[in-house]
Structures are given as C-alpha cells and as structure tokens.
C-alpha cells in the first residue's frame, strides 16, 4: 500500500510561484512513475506533469515553460515547480503514483491564483 501526502499550496497572486512536494511511502522500491494531476469544479482531473515509466516527462500545453516536474529518486519524492501562475492553474492539485499495477492519489492540495 502506498501513501502519498501533497504540500505547498496556498494563495499567490498572478505572476507568482509555488512549489509543490509529494512524498510517497509504503513502496520498497523507486516509484517510477508519479505525477501531478489537477481538478477544478465540474471539470475532469487532468494532466499536469508527470514522470513516465521510460524516465521521460511530459507536461499539458497550458504549462509548458512555466512548471517544472522534478524528483528525488532515494526519497520518492516529486515536486512541481510553478512560475509565472495564471488564475486559470488554480484548483485542486493531485498526485498521483502507479506502483504494482495500481494506481494512487494523494488528498489533494489547494492552489489559488488571484489576478
């Protein structure tokens, strides 16, 4: 079984930055695959960031230049870097693990962008 806990949401206005962190624990072994997945009010979850199996990244359009997915294998740990946030990156900020055939979510943590 295995746990993930998000941190480092919070209210920044336009043009700021936050970082997210996820830990993961529970796994004996480097998760290869984790990423980052956000939801907002009567929308589906979608795709932030994310590791994938092969090692490789990859990012939705409406990102790209302006987060950054990172890890720390021995920790199994991912982070998420956002610069230059928009109103629109607000919403709920998930992430997400698949180990053994499973996938995993964390609680969620909030990110709200003022203009």
């Known amino acids: 079984q295995v746990q993930l806990v998000e941190s480092g949401g919070g209210l920044v206005q336009a043009g700021g930055s936050l970082r997210l962190s996820c830990a993961a624990s529970?796994?004996?072994?480097?998760?290869?695959?984790m990423g980052w997945y956000r939801q907002v009010p009567g929308k589906q979850r979608e795709l932030v960031a994310r590791f994938t199996s092969g090692g490789g990244t990859n990012y939705a359009d409406s990102v790209k230049g302006r987060f950054t997915i990172s890890r720390a294998n021995a920790k199994n740990t991912v982070y998420l870097q956002m610069n230059r946030l928009e109103p629109e990156d607000t919403g709920v900020y998930y992430c997400?693990?698949?180990?053994?055939?499973?996938?995993?979510w964390g609680q969620g943590t909030q990110v709200t962008v003022s203009s």
């Open positions: 529970g796994s004996p072994l480097t998760i290869n695959t």
């Open positions: 997400n693990a698949f180990y053994d055939a499973t996938y995993y």
